[in-house]
């Protein structure tokens, strides 16, 4: 069982960065694959981001690459997504996920494990 909590979500201009952070529980964190979502009001939650057990570059949805950088760190437990360029339709909630299995996938029923969110709102 892992517990994910986001964090370091807010409000941002237009061009502005934030950076968020997803914290997990748990021995295994290291093992899982880890990703990053959102989801817009009225909208399907969509993948954003994800990262395999031992890290490297990282995956992206086509209009986040050049803007959005994931990482992790195993020693901390911990997921990054920093957000640079953020344009208005960046605003979602954004979530973390984690699948046991090592995947990086872009279907959300593919990992187990999500937190509860963190709100992004950027203003033109």
């Known amino acids: 069982q892992v517990q994910l909590v986001e964090s370091g979500g807010g409000a941002v201009q237009a061009g502005g960065s934030l950076s968020l952070s997803c914290a997990a529980s748990?021995?295994?964190?290291?093992?899982?694959?880890m990703g990053w979502f959102r989801q817009a009001p009225g909208k399907e939650r969509e993948f954003v981001a994800g990262?395999?057990?031992?890290?490297?570059?990282?995956y992206y949805a086509d209009s986040m690459k050049g803007r959005f950088t994931i990482s992790r760190d195993n020693a901390k437990n911990t997921v990054y997504l920093q957000m640079n360029s953020l344009r208005p339709e960046d605003t979602a909630v954004y979530y973390c996920?984690?699948?046991?299995?090592?995947?990086?996938?872009?279907?959300?029923?593919?990992?187990?494990?999500w937190g509860q969110g963190t709100q992004v709102t950027v203003s033109s």
């Open positions: 996920a984690a699948d046991r299995y090592g995947r990086v996938t872009i279907r959300t029923y593919d990992y187990q494990y």
């Open positions: 748990g021995r295994t964190f290291s093992m899982y694959a």
């Open positions: 990262i395999l057990s031992s890290g490297g570059s990282g």
